[in-house]
Antibody
Framework: QVQLVESGGGVVQPGRSLRLSCTAS????????MHWVRQAPGKGLEWVAV????????YQGGSVKGRLTVSRDNSKNTLYLDLNSLRTEDTAAYYC???????????WGQGTLVTVSS | QSALTQPASVSGSPGQSITIACTGT?????????VSWYQQHPGKGPKLILY???KRPSGVSSRFSGSNSGNTASLTISELQAEDEADYYC?????????FGGGTKLTVL
């Protein structure tokens, strides 16, 4: 079955950087686009970014545009999210999700928590 | 891209039906009609329960159904069960981006 496992979260100071990873199994990772979605504590879901199956196309949401890089290593079945110049408002659980036909997000991980605090 | 609009909370008794509306704009729901719905229990990742407005993934109960009219999509849960108590989010494709609703907390009384 499809499994997505995020890692790399933790406590980080404002202005610093962090790399999140998402390891996929149970499907042909290189055939599917992948998303990142975040959720601030007690708040709703916010779409962050998408990357095409081969990494050639990426799009980002408005609130994080320019401060993050999404990438993937299909040989390792792993998706990455590099967060830069972190702000307190970036504190959230970050989820990776598998894409369905560039229309929907069909499988999600359990999330990794990033806390930005001095 | 502004978030889609959902009611903050709804409630119903076991066996009853409830409907959650999700209102967007002509830039998202009204153009693409690619709305999905997600169920999230506390401390868990979201689960897809409907996509392309009305389609159910394998294994999702037929008690979950969807509809769409103009810029508004709706999720209906019939024959409410205690396990349906969760947060529900709508999501729409918006042309190279995706936008979520603010979420609706369903309480089963």
């Amino acid at each position: 079955q499809v499994q997505l496992v995020e890692s790399g979260g933790g406590v980080v100071q404002p202005g610093r950087s962090l790399r999140l990873s998402c390891t996929a199994s149970g499907f042909s990772f290189s055939d599917y686009a992948m998303h990142w979605v975040r959720q601030a504590p007690g708040k709703g879901l916010e779409w962050v970014a998408v990357i095409s199956h081969d990494g050639s196309i990426t799009y980002q949401g408005g609130s994080v545009k320019g401060r993050l890089t999404v990438s993937r290593d299909n040989s390792k079945n792993t998706l990455y999210l590099d967060l830069n110049s972190l702000r307190t408002e970036d504190t959230a659980a970050y989820y990776c999700a598998k894409d369905l036909e560039w229309k929907h997000l069909d499988y999600w991980g359990q999330g990794t928590l990033v806390t930005v605090s001095s | 891209q502004s978030a889609l609009t959902q009611p903050a909370s709804v409630s119903g008794s076991p066996g009853q039906s409830i409907t959650i509306a999700c209102t967007g704009t002509r830039s998202d729901i009204g153009t693409y009609y690619l709305v999905s719905w997600y169920q999230q229990h506390p401390g868990k990742g979201p689960k897809l329960i409907l996509y392309e407005v009305t389609k159910r993934p394998s294994g999702v109960s037929s008690r979950f159904s969807g509809s769409n009219s103009g810029n508004t999509a709706s999720l209906t849960i019939s024959e409410l069960q205690a396990e349906d108590e969760a947060d529900y989010y709508c999501c729409s494709y918006a042309g190279s981006s995706w936008v979520f609703g603010g979420g609706t907390k369903l309480t089963v009384l």
